[in-house]
C-alpha cells in the first residue's frame, strides 16, 4: 500500500523539484535582464550622443532620445527593454549597422567552436592527468602534473598566445597564423553550424578543414592549458577525497583490482563534481576570451565586445553580455541538471 | 586457519614513522571466534586490515588456511575472507542500489546464479526482495549493516573479519546486529574475529580473545575468563573496569 501510494507522492516531489529549478532559473535571467539594464544606464556613455554623433543639433538629439525612449520613467524602459529582449530584438549595433542578434550569431560560432576545442583539450587531458596524479599521490606523475598545471594558471594567457605564436608559426611553422581562416579559404563553405570544422568536414572540403584546424589548433591548446590546469587539479582533489571513503575499502576487499576500484568506484563519484567544475570552465571560455582572442585576432564575441566597447556601441556591449550571461545559467542549468540524473541522493 | 607470527605494521618513513602494530602473534583455529580487543590506536583494526590484504606493507607471517600471504591477494583470497566494517554509513557505494553491491562480488568470482544468491542473501540477513532495488540513503542504519554482512557473506567466504561491527548504531540495532552475526556463523560455520572496544560484546560473542594496547599483545584469555572477571593483567583489568560503566559515588 505504502509502494502504491509513494509513486503520486515521488512524481509530486520530482515536480516540485523541476518547478523548483524552472523559477530559479527564470529569476536568475530577470536579475541578469535588470544588471545589463542598469549598466548600459550607469555607464557614462551617452547612447544618443553614440547614435547621432557630437555635431547633431539639440532638436535631432531629443527626437533620437525620444525614438530610444529614454525620455520615459525608468521602470518602464526595464519593462520596455526586457520585452525587446525576450522578442530576440537586442537593438541595432551602431559599429556595424547590423541587429545586434545578428552579429552576435556571426561571431559567437567561432568563440563556441575554439571554446568547445580548449575544453575537449582540457577535459580528455586533465581528467586523465588528475586521476594518475590522485591515484600516484606524490609520486613523480603527481609532482609533474602541479608543476604543468601551476604554469597553466600562472603565466598570463596573452604571453603564452604571444610565445606560442613566436615558437609554432614564426620560427617552427607548424601551425598557421592569426585568424581563423587564410583569405584565399573565406566563405568557400556554406555555414550549416557556424562552426568551421563542423561544416567544411560535413561538406566534404577537406582542404579548407586542415586550412581552419591549422588556425585554431594554437589558440584552443592555449586555452585547453588554462582549461587543462583547473581540470586536472579538481579532478585530482575530488578523487582523493572519494578514494578516502570507506566505500573504496570495501571495494578493495571484494577482491577489484587497483585500477577498478578507481575507475569503476571513487572516479565515477568523483565525476559529479567534476560536471560542474567543467561546465563552469566551459563557461569561462565560451564568455569570450578576451585576451585570447585579441592575440590570435580571432573573430568570436569576446573581440566583439572589446571592439564594441572601445566604440562606445552599447546596444552590442549589453547583447553580448546577455548573451554571456545566458550561456552561464544555461550551462548551470545542465551541471544541475547532469548532476541530479547522476546522483540519487540528490534526485 | 589463521596464523600470525610477529607481525608488524609501520606507516610512514623517518622520524614521523608510526609503529600501529610491534610483533604480534597468535592463531585462529576453524569455526573459531576470536577477539581483538584494546582501546583507541591499539592496532586491532590494522592488524584486521594487515589479515585481509588492505594494509600490503608488513613484517612477519599471516598464514590462512595454510598458505602464507604477500603484499597481494588474490580472488581465491577474497573468495576464503571477507570483512564487514564498522561505518554502515559510508561502507556501502552511495550511488550503488543493493542489487549492484551485492551482484559486484558474485560477478568478480564468477560464482553465476546471481539473481537467487541475491535473493537468498537478502533472506538470510533479514532482508525482504522490496530492499533489492534501494539504495544505501533509504536504508537505515541496521538494514545497511544487514547489507554489508550479506556483501560480505554472499561469495560463502570460511573466513568473516569484522570491524567493530555495531559500534556505530544504536543499542537496539546492536543486539540485532549481534544476534543475526551470532547465528549466521553457527550456520556457516564461520572462522570469525572480531575486532571490538567493547567487551561485553566480545565475551558475548567470541570463543577466545587477545588484548591488544599500544600494537602490541597485553593477554591472550577465554571469553569465560573474562565473564568471571578474572584477568591477570592490570592493563586488562583497567579495561574491564572502565567497560562497567560509570559509578555514581
Known sequence: ?347 | MIEVENLRVRFGRGKGAVEAVRGLSFAVKERETFGLVGESGSGKSTVLRALCGLVRDFEGTIRVASEAQRRTRTDEFHRLVQMVFQDPFGSLHPRHTVDRILGEPIAIQRLGNADLRIARALFEVGLGPSFRFRYPHQLSGGQRQRVSIARALIVEPRILLLDEPTSALDVSVQAEILNLLMRLRRERALTTILVSHNLAVVGHLCDRLLVMNAGRAVEEMTAEDLRTGAPREEYTQALLRASEGYRRL
Request: glycine share 10%; net charge neutral.
Open chain 1, 1 to 347: 500500500m505504502s509502494s502504491r501510494s509513494g509513486l503520486p507522492a515521488q512524481a509530486a516531489v520530482h515536480a516540485f523539484s523541476a518547478f523548483g529549478i524552472v523559477a530559479q532559473t527564470a529569476a536568475t535571467f530577470a536579475g541578469l535582464l535588470l544588471i545589463t539594464f542598469l549598466i548600459g544606464r550607469v555607464l557614462p556613455i551617452d547612447p544618443v550622443l553614440a547614435a547621432v554623433g557630437e555635431r547633431a543639433s539639440a532638436d535631432v538629439y531629443e527626437k533620437v532620445r525620444v525614438e530610444l525612449g529614454l525620455n520615459l520613467p525608468l521602470h518602464v524602459q526595464f519593462w520596455n527593454y526586457a520585452v525587446k529582449v525576450l522578442h530576440g530584438d537586442l537593438g541595432r549595433s551602431v559599429l556595424t549597422a547590423n541587429p545586434v542578434l545578428t552579429d552576435i550569431r556571426r561571431v559567437f560560432p567561432a568563440t563556441l567552436e575554439l571554446a568547445t576545442l580548449g575544453t575537449l583539450i582540457g577535459v580528455l587531458l586533465g581528467v586523465p592527468i588528475g586521476v594518475v596524479a590522485a591515484a600516484r599521490r606524490g609520486g613523480f606523475i603527481d609532482r609533474v602534473a602541479r608543476v604543468f598545471a601551476l604554469f597553466g594558471y600562472s603565466v598570463p594567457i596573452f604571453w603564452l598566445g604571444l610565445m606560442g605564436l613566436l615558437l609554432f608559426y614564426a620560427r617552427l611553422g607548424w601551425v598557421l597564423g592569426p585568424g581563423r581562416i587564410d583569405v584565399a579559404y573565406d566563405e568557400v563553405v556554406a555555414p550549416l553550424t557556424g562552426a568551421l570544422l563542423v561544416d567544411s568536414a560535413l561538406r566534404g572540403e577537406w582542404e579548407v578543414f586542415r586550412n581552419a584546424l591549422g588556425h585554431i589548433v594554437l589558440p584552443a591548446a592555449v586555452l585547453g592549458w588554462l582549461s587543462l590546469a583547473y581540470i586536472s587539479r579538481m579532478t585530482r582533489s575530488f578523487l582523493l577525497a572519494e578514494l578516502g571513503e570507506e566505500y573504496v575499502t570495501t571495494a578493495r576487499v571484494k577482491g577489484l583490482s587497483e585500477w577498478r576500484v578507481i575507475v569503476r568506484h571513487a572516479l565515477r563519484n568523483a565525476l559529479v563534481p567534476l560536471v560542474t567544475v567543467i561546465a563552469l570552465s566551459y563557461a569561462t571560455l565560451l564568455e569570450g576570451s578576451v585576451l585570447t582572442e585579441t592575440v590570435f585576432a580571432w573573430p568570436g564575441l569576446g573581440m566583439y565586445i572589446t571592439n564594441s566597447l572601445l566604440s562606445a556601441d552599447m546596444n552590442a556591449v549589453l547583447g553580448g553580455t546577455l548573451v554571456v550571461g545566458c550561456v552561464f545559467i544555461g550551462l548551470n542549468l545542465l551541471s544541475d541538471l547532469v548532476y541530479r540524473l547522476v546522483d540519487p541522493r540528490v534526485r
